[in-house]
């Protein structure tokens, strides 16, 4: 069954050091996330992609975070200097299955991302 | 105003037994909705799409009240695997998936 997957697991980084967390989507979907989960509390969504642009982003998404799809299958969120805040597990989905009007959206494993 | 708000609970139940949450959105815009299921430090996991009047899946019956803008979700006959986290989430425009806080289910033997 096809799935996302997310590279890596768990990621730790030092404050003010950037990193990519990176996501394979699901071949033929056609709309990519990425949320955010702190220990404990909700799944918060970040950004949303589609044609190769950021279709709609929430307040969270602030200048030090980015999207990317440098190729036909990877899609990437980079955070440029992280903060001890941005510790949480960052999940990218996707969804819209282009044969039909599947609008599920299917999540990766996660990507835990450690900041001390 | 959340967009989507649910009972945390957590809702202890015994083995076998009957039990429904209920979700309320505030976006009557809103398409699609869903039913996820979270494991501890696991991704949300798709149970039931609710796209109409409601769906059922065995177990599993999911209902939307678009007048009162509610989903609701009924587990009959509840197992010791059904103990999770229940997130309900609404769809906009394709564009974004909300989620709201999780219901926490726990079954006992």
């Known amino acids: 069954e096809p799935e996302v997957t997310q590279t890596p697991s768990h990621q730790v980084t030092q404050m003010g050091q950037e990193v990519i967390l990176r996501c394979v989507p699901i071949?033929?979907?056609?709309?990519f996330y990425w949320y955010r989960q702190i220990l404990g509390q909700k799944v918060e969504f970040l950004v949303s992609f589609y044609n190769n642009e950021i279709s709609e982003k929430s307040e969270i998404f602030d200048d030090q975070f980015s999207v990317e799809r440098p190729d036909g299958s990877n899609f990437t969120l980079k955070i440029r200097s992280t903060k001890l805040e941005d510790s949480a597990m960052y999940f990218c989905?996707?969804?819209?299955?282009?044969?039909?009007?599947?609008?599920?959206?299917?999540f990766g494993q996660g990507t835990r991302l450690t900041v001390v | 105003r959340k967009e989507v708000e649910q009972d945390p609970g957590p809702f202890n139940v015994p083995e076998g037994a009957t039990v429904a949450f209920n979700c309320t959105y505030s976006?009557?815009?809103?398409?699609?909705f869903f039913w996820y299921r979270q494991d501890c430090r696991k991704e949300p996991k798709l149970l039931m799409s609710?796209?109409?009047s409601g769906n059922e899946d065995g177990r599993f019956t999911a209902q939307l009240n678009r007048a009162s803008q509610y989903i609701s979700l009924l587990i009959r006959d509840s197992k010791l695997s059904d103990s999770a986290t229940y997130l309900c989430a609404g769809e906009y425009n394709f564009n974004k998936f909300y989620f709201g806080s999780g219901t926490k289910l726990n079954v006992k033997p």
């Open positions: 976006n009557s815009a809103s398409q699609s």
């Open positions: 071949s033929n979907h056609l709309y």
């Open positions: 609710v796209y109409s």
């Open positions: 989905a996707s969804s819209y299955n282009s044969q039909g009007w599947n609008t599920e959206a299917f």
